[in-house]
């Protein structure tokens, strides 16, 4: 399978600026997808989709592909995941110029995944071929709010 991850890392967040490259541990709170996903042998590419020309350096650097910039209309608030995978697969398989089989969805503010997360999602979906998507979620002690 071509599979891909896409890392989403716009730069208008309003509650901390820029958080997506904001320090947590000495590193930018994306740097750890990043790694995540280059440290994943079924990844063939790990991608940072942003509206910012700093964070595409700041996730360069950290080994991630930045081959467009997001634009701005899918970058708000209000803009939902889907939008922004469309973007990312139809520019990428134009880029690229083969199919994309799978996007796995790596969100910056989720910097602590379990080992293997990856290859067990891609066994699921592997394993179930009805299945056109899944996501990972982690049971809580108590509510966040």
Known sequence: MN????IPARSGS????????????????????????NQCNLIQET???TDSKKIAD????????VPFLRPKNIASDLTQDFPVIQHALIKLEKIYGRQI???????????L?????????????????NCSSIRSVVKTSQHSY
Not at 101 to 111: C, K, N
Request: hydrophobic content about 40%; charged content about 20%; cysteine-free.
């Open 3 to 6: 599979i891909v991850s896409v």
């Open 14 to 37: 309003k509650s901390i600026p820029f958080k997506n490259i904001q320090l947590l541990n000495g590193k930018p709170l994306l740097s750890y997808s990043i790694e995540y996903s």
């Open 47 to 49: 991608i940072v989709s």
């Open 58 to 65: 700041i996730a360069k650097k950290y080994g991630a592909s």
């Open 101 to 111: 089989d799978a996007i796995v969805w790596l969100r910056p503010t989720s910097p």
């Open 113 to 129: 995944r379990p080992s293997n997360l990856i290859e067990k999602a891609i066994d699921i979906l592997e394993k179930n071929p």
